[in-house]
Nanobody, 121 residues
């Protein structure tokens, strides 16, 4: 099975950019669709973006559309989430998940431990 591992989180100021990475141990991530989700303090986990295994299809939540780009590099076995114009409401723990099925639902089979993103001045 595949085990996603997130990295790239941190503390940034409003308006800044950040790129999160999702690598994998075990099986190659290239065989899976990958989704990014986030959980803000006191809120339920929500969908952010997803990419199919080919990289040809992507899907974004309305809250990040136009500010985020999901992409994948098969050679590096990594999926990226580029986030621009960050807002304080983007503060959350961001999770990477992998599944055979491309979707915006939380039914992904494999989940990482999460990486903290804090947007604050």
């Amino acid at each position: 099975q595949v085990q996603p591992v997130e990295s790239g989180g941190g503390l940034v100021q409003p308006g800044a950019s950040l790129r999160l990475s999702c690598a994998a141990s075990g099986r190659t991530l290239s065989d899976y669709a990958v989704g990014w989700f986030r959980r803000a303090p006191g809120k339920e986990r929500e969908f952010v973006a997803a990419i199919d295994w080919t990289g040809g299809r992507t899907y974004y939540a309305d809250s990040v559309k136009g500010r985020c780009t999901i992409s994948r590099d098969h050679a590096k076995n990594t999926v990226y989430l580029e986030m621009n114009s960050l807002k304080p409401e983007d503060t959350a723990v961001y999770y990477c998940a992998a599944d055979r099925v491309f979707s915006n639902h939380e039914g992904y089979d494999y989940w990482g431990q999460g990486t903290q993103v804090t947007v604050s001045s």
